[in-house]
């Protein structure tokens, strides 16, 4: 994929995957960050639902180190 892509880049390793994405999110939010057949997210509508289930694992307990099950339909 990296080669077919074109788009290799050195990764930070002193950021986070949720840092970048933030930080990605910040800067293209209309951009689209997932398609699947017809649908698409954009970064923000994709950190928006991150953040949101992200809030409702907290709620529930959840924290750092913990490992979490998810299904996405």
């Known amino acids: 994929v990296k080669e077919w892509s074109g788009t290799a880049s050195a990764y930070p390793r002193d950021a986070s995957l949720s840092v ?9 939010p209309d951009a689209v960050a997932v398609e699947y057949e ?10 928006r639902r991150a953040n949101q289930l992200a809030h409702h694992l907290k ?15």
């Open 38 to 47: 017809d649908e698409r997210l954009t970064y923000a509508e994709l950190n």
């Open 20 to 28: 970048l994405f933030e930080e990605q999110a910040q800067r293209t």
């Open 59 to 73: 709620g529930m307990g959840v924290g750092p180190e913990v490992r979490v099950g998810l299904c996405v339909e």
